[in-house]
């Protein structure tokens, strides 16, 4: 295999970190994976450990079809000898690998917070080596524990949705995304930038739509009001419950 594109990433990680993306994964190409002849989703920068990536495979094959394989790819070789043990083949494996994918060829790609430590400029080059092969790929960034995260569905270097999640019992306001967006839009998020106005129309929202039911039927109010004063949100009521807000990324 030739040398792995990328840089090591700080390697960060935690239990259940990328439950909500999970989650996602399973509803958006869930799909896509019942429908391939090889079922492969590629976890690339899974970190210093490989929770995640074990925790995805057991999700996948609960939620969409139990022959799904996942591949864990690193570019440090220490966090791929450390994955090993983990490693229950053919079902799930880990590489060395980088964006050239280690000359796989998935269905799904899952690439959280890798993207956050490279340049704005290099993003367009990444997306397009991850789906140069066809795969669909999730990119994204959330907190240390999962509770906020953003990502952005790819489909042949071209993105085409905008996902917010947030774990609405300690969702405090939609301000707190703005720390969280995908490396593509968080230097946007100043005014007269489309991401900045979405961010305040959802903040908006919130505050009008205080309520003494708790969070998640405010959110589910909040979401409503965003339709109805324009914005393209996708899905609908079982995906918004969830903390969820999905729109076009052209919007």
């Given amino acids: ?132 092969t066809g795969a669909l790929l999730v990119e994204g960034t959330c907190d240390e524990l999962g509770r906020i995260a953003t990502w952005t569905v790819v489909e042949h270097g071209v993105p085409s949705t905008l996902t917010l999640s947030a774990r609405l019992p300690a969702f405090e306001h939609p301000a707190v995304f703005a720390e969280r967006l995908p490396k593509a839009l968080i230097h946007h998020n100043v005014p007269g930038h489309p991401v900045h106005e979405l961010l305040r129309a959802l903040g908006r929202a919130w505050e009008t739509e205080a309520t003494p039911f708790g969070p998640r039927q405010r959110w589910l109010a909040t979401v409503r009001r965003m339709r109805a004063e324009g914005w393209p949100v996708l899905d609908g009521p079982a995906r918004w419950r969830l903390g969820e807000l999905t729109l076009p990324w052209p919007v």
């Fill in 1 to 132: 295999m030739s040398r792995p594109i990328g840089a090591i990433t700080r390697g960060t990680t935690n239990p259940n970190r990328l439950r909500r993306v999970d989650n996602f994964i399973s509803y958006r190409c869930g799909g896509l994976l019942k429908e391939a002849a090889q079922p492969l989703v590629v976890d690339l920068g899974y970190g210093a450990t490989p929770v995640t990536a074990v925790e995805l495979r057991g999700r996948l094959a609960a939620s969409v079809r139990a022959d799904v394989a996942v591949v864990g790819l690193e570019i440090d070789p220490v966090r791929v000898s450390d994955a090993l043990p983990f490693a229950d083949p053919p079902w799930l494996e880990f590489r060395r690998g980088g964006f050239e994918l280690a000359g796989l060829t998935p269905v799904v790609v899952r690439a959280f917070n890798v993207l956050r430590q490279y340049a704005e400029d290099e993003v367009a080059a990444a997306w397009r080596a991850m789906t140069a």
